[in-house]
């Protein structure tokens, strides 16, 4: 069944429709782009280090289980201790925990000492302070709720330029609960330092939230003998759980958020997903352990899209598309985001290049900044599947309201302003008895 929304004419004031299908509630919004110009590329951002060597810099946060917290950050002197502090009032710190530290070299650039540290149980939405190392400034940091409602930033392609800056000010200027990134994070592209200067410029966000991060191309870098298996700096610096999920590549893994009610999947668009891969088969069986009744909402993202309109990176994500595609659809997955083409799209519910009601919602957000500009050109005419498009830097707002609805929102930015460019009401697939009635028959012995 086709899903059909009017069209309308960009005005100057904001344009609101409101229409009711099966499972899925929509609204659209138009909003003015009277005095809208679309920017260029921005400048490359250099952050240097302004603390000593043995004070902590580029730190992040991450989750880890229900409710532990991975602190990492980079120290020059190799002296330091892989140690945090923390506790729930400024400069009061109960507990104390040690953790692992690794580094890596490539050609002739050394990393600094990467420390990983592991810190739990903590409470939810709970606001704690900690210090990295003894040293240095001190950091909060907020816990994510363990009900609804819940809300995410989505942001892909990120880099380090102006825009970056500026989309990241847009991110902040309203509070949300966990950072998403489906690829692409430095741009770096086997240049080091840069990844240095990536982390010093996203510490004052990514210290204070939790970045839950998967790969992009620009983050491959592999070069024979060097780095043969590529992602050398990315794995070194952003750890995510992946051991913890039961995955065995930090490059694809599972988490949950809001006491379990939310399953996110993150992929690896550039690591083997075909149907005799690893990655393949820890995705069959993380699929096949979740029940819908408990956790009503799935997200998956990846960084190439299986859907896209715009005439940049036309097909590359195809063949993973083909191969994992009946999975996420027979798991009922909600949305799908992807980055890696410079711009914003989002599709109704599809499969299989149609519309269906009982597919995911196909997103594409890689718009956070990127130094290479924007991907202007799309195919003409419009596809039907396709609901909006727009090539202009911004980010996203997922905001997950309870067990059967969420809102979605994209933020253009435009600058000092951040405008509400398209947004959408969703309704989630587990409440139809009709989508969780039925699956592909090739998935019933699968799954």
């Known amino acids: 069944m086709e899903m059909w929304c009017p069209r309308a004419f960009l005005l100057p004031s904001t344009i609101v429709f409101f229409f009711f299908v099966p499972q899925i509630l929509v609204q659209f919004t138009y909003a003015s782009v009277k005095e809208f110009t679309r920017p260029t590329a921005g400048n490359i951002i250099l952050t240097e280090h302004e603390r000593s060597e043995s004070e902590p810099q580029q730190v ?3 989750l880890v289980g229900s409710d532990h917290m991975r602190v990492t950050w980079v120290t020059e002197d190799n002296r330091s201790h892989s140690t945090v502090e923390y506790g729930t009032a400024p400069g009061q ?5 040690r953790g692992k530290h690794t580094s890596y070299t490539f050609f002739s650039y050394t990393s600094g000492k990467i420390h990983h540290v592991k810190i739990g149980p903590l409470e939810p939405e709970t606001t704690y302070y900690y210090r990295c190392g003894a040293s240095g400034p001190e950091f909060s ?4 709720p363990s009900t609804f409602p819940i809300e995410f930033a989505v942001v892909g392609d990120l880099g380090q330029t102006d825009w970056t800056k500026s989309t990241l000010e847009h991110v902040e200027s309203k509070d949300y609960d966990v950072f998403l990134l489906p690829g692409d994070l430095s741009y770096a592209n086997s240049q080091q330092p840069l990844w240095d200067s990536f982390g010093r410029l996203v510490e004052p966000v990514a210290s204070r939230r939790p970045w839950m991060v998967t790969e992009g191309n620009h983050d ?5 003998v060097v780095s043969p298996q590529g992602f050398k700096s990315y794995n070194a610096r952003w750890l995510m759980p992946y051991k913890e999920s039961g995955s065995e590549s930090n490059l694809y893994y599972p988490f949950d958020v809001a006491g379990g009610s939310i399953h996110i ?5 550039y690591t083997e997903f075909d149907s005799d891969s690893a990655q393949y088969e820890w995705l069959q069986q993380d699929l096949a352990k979740i029940d819908r009744r408990t956790t009503p909402w799935v997200f998956v993202l990846l ?3 299986w859907y896209n309109t715009n005439t940049a990176h036309q097909g590359e994500g195809e063949e993973m598309r083909k191969a994992m595609e009946e999975l996420l659809y027979g798991a009922r997955v909600n949305i799908v985001f992807a980055g890696h083409v410079h711009a914003y799209e989002r599709f109704t519910t599809v499969y299989d290049n149609d519309a269906d009601l009982c597919g995911p919602v196909y997103v594409t957000i890689g718009d956070g900044g990127n130094r290479e500009g924007l991907a202007m050109s799309y195919k003409e005419p419009a596809s039907p599947l396709s609901m909006f498009r727009e090539a202009s830097f911004g980010h996203g707002r997922l905001r997950v309201v309870n ?4 809102h979605w929102s994209w933020h253009r930015n435009n600058e000092a302003n951040s405008v509400v460019a398209d947004e959408v009401w969703l309704e989630s697939l587990s409440t139809s008895s009709t989508c969780m009635g039925q699956e592909p028959s090739s998935l019933k012995d699968e799954l």
């Not at 067990?403 to 969420?406: K, L």
């Open 93 to 97: 710190y109960t507990t104390r925990i």
């Open 303 to 305: 960084h190439a899209p």
């Open 141 to 144: 940091f907020k816990t994510p």
């Open 403 to 406: 067990h059967t609805h969420a």
């Open 265 to 269: 999947i993150m992929l690896g668009s």
């Open 60 to 62: 992040h946060i991450s």
């Open 220 to 224: 491959v870098e592999m070069v024979p």
